[in-house]
């Protein structure tokens, strides 16, 4: 998990893109579901994407931790 976490982050912008990436896909989803009550991800899409959020959020949660307590 450490070598996935040091990958991401090797990478300039992939952080970012993929959290609100994710973030987004999935907001659009349930906007089409409540307004357009349509299906707008597939159920085999939907699932990595909640794993990407929630490993994203972990990620920056560890981070945010280690600085605190660096300062």
């Known amino acids: 998990m450490k070598k996935l976490e040091e990958f991401i982050y090797s990478v300039k912008y992939l952080p970012q893109t993929l959290y609100f990436g994710s973030l987004g896909l999935i907001g659009?989803?349930?906007y089409c579901y409540i307004v357009n009550e349509t299906e707008f991800l597939n159920p085999f899409l939907r699932f990595p994407l909640w794993?990407?959020?929630?490993?994203?959020?972990?990620?920056?949660?560890?981070?945010y931790n280690k600085n605190k307590k660096k300062k």
Do not use: A
């Not at 794993?51 to 981070?63: C, K």
């Open 51 to 63: 794993i990407i959020f929630f490993l994203m959020s972990g990620f920056g949660v560890e981070r």
């Open 28 to 30: 659009y989803d349930f």
